[in-house]
């Protein structure tokens, strides 16, 4: 089990040689989602050898151009690949009627079936699921309407102890299920064989929360308590944090206050301005009020197991 | 007198790790001119150095991804790089609507005006002029309303003489503007001094054409004649020439065609389909119509004096 993180851009608004817009790659169960899709973001996929066919869901946080301006490309150049699987894209209402006048104008006819999910509601809200994961919005505070998401593994169901098992005859593979599902097994002789002897607890499911863009926004805690890896933007240090406040972006500080709250395993900050030059000055930053804190770096995976 | 010719991209379709969609600037008199904008263009502009205050004129052949993907991020940058300067585009109809949905849903105001200058003519139509330059369109035989465009410098007026005219003491500097433009002076004996006596011819005016996306279209023949540079497209050779008419495109020996009929100084060929690795198969059979062909490759520049 585990969890795989890419970074494709993780710089913030004008994109510049080797200082690439927001976009991501989530490797969770049998899923490659992509988050967010600025500029260039095709070309960073054929760097970073990323499958363009695997790719099936695309969640897009807001509409502003530093997240959402490679994706017309994308869609274009899926079309002239011969694309034929369904493309399933999440995002704010607008994003929709962007694309298809685009599409319509440039008279691409597209073979394979685009199915837009258009997000309005103030409220996290479970937006897909599947026998495996999950994926919730987090309502970030932004200059326009912005989600973060919140990607969970399922619990698995838990595991035969087979040695224990292979112990009781009367035990059938037809009660295989029910006994992974957690139930007690209640012998002929009316005893009851407790479930904690019969299986083993799966694995704990990891889960990753991607909030960019915001200010700090404590009330997203519950919402993200708790996860393996937080991506937190982090476009500002303490120094600009007037600014942090006035464009609805974060401080480094703030992600770790964020991170720290939450207790989430590890934090990984980006989105940073192209005002500084240092990126190891956002990671202490926020080491101040989080240790375990690194930086997205272009083309870096991150890996939870 | 010159004009230089900046490739910032020269490949068709799909935008791949160096291999960028059409884009190119053209320095011409005082102007600096961008002629399409594939996604990424405004990355390619910093690679190459062009600078971004310096663009006053775009100008957007047609609307198929790989020739204006790139324009929305680059408009936005100069939104955020606080740019005051009006900004001219030219390209066909609903290009406009576009742009200004994209930035009304992402609630962009520019501080600089935008104009757009919407084309839908299918005959050649001068779109620009001043005192120096010309710009005219190039209707071209695409999928979609396509047009290339015709750069012409604007003949000087012809240089004084001045030894010769320092012998004429009657001559007076309020008439100078008259002889530059070509009038002969009559003295007061009634003696007519020549023009060509008084003056010098000033430089030919250069020109440039540019032309893609387009079938084989002899028709423009009469537009470009006798250019110093033609861009032509080659998006095939002419293995491919079935699949090059079916999709509204050139072979390499078509656009050698062309520059022949054209009989222009200098053909730049360009718009690669990925399919082929070796681009100097498309300088040979072009050159089997037209021997002085050359190749476009990405950040090449191309003077003509």
């Given at each position: 089990m585990s969890l795989q993180l890419t970074i494709l851009g993780c710089h913030s608004a004008t994109p510049r040689v080797n200082a690439h817009p927001t976009s991501q790659l989530l490797q969770i169960k049998n899923h490659h989602f992509l988050i967010d899709c600025g500029e260039g973001t095709q070309v960073q996929m054929r760097k970073y050898k990323v499958s363009f066919a695997k790719i099936k869901h695309i969640f897009i946080s807001h509409l502003h151009g530093d997240h959402f301006f490679g994706l017309i490309g994308l869609i274009s150049t899926f079309g002239l690949l011969n694309r034929e699987t369904k493309l399933h894209i999440y995002g704010p209402k607008g994003l929709r009627e962007i694309m298809e006048l685009q599409l319509a104008i440039s008279q691409s006819r597209l073979a394979y079936p685009l199915i837009f999910h258009e997000l309005h509601s103030e409220k996290s809200e479970l937006i897909f699921e599947d026998k495996n994961v999950l994926v919730r919005t987090i309502p970030l505070k932004h200059r326009v309407y912005t989600n973060g998401f919140l990607f969970q593994e399922k619990k698995a169901l838990r595991k035969l102890n087979s040695k224990v098992v292979a112990t009781y005859p009367e035990i059938e593979i037809c009660d295989y299920h029910n006994i992974k599902k957690g139930k007690d097994f209640v012998l002929k002789s009316g005893e009851i064989i407790k479930n904690e002897i019969l299986t083993l607890d799966s694995p704990k499911p990891l889960s990753y929360a991607y909030c960019s863009d915001t200010s700090y926004a404590p009330e997203i805690v519950p919402i993200i308590k708790g996860v393996d890896l937080l991506y937190h933007e982090a476009t500002f240090l303490e120094d600009r944090s007037e600014l942090a406040k006035k464009t609805g972006h974060s401080t480094a500080l703030e992600a770790g206050k964020i991170a720290k709250e939450a207790k989430v395993k590890l934090l990984i900050l980006g989105h940073?301005?192209?005002?500084?030059?240092?990126?190891?000055a956002f990671q202490r930053e926020a080491q101040e009020a989080f240790q375990n804190t690194i930086l997205a770096i272009e083309g870096s995976t991150f890996e939870v197991t």
């Open positions: 940073y301005s192209n005002r500084y030059r240092d990126l190891k």
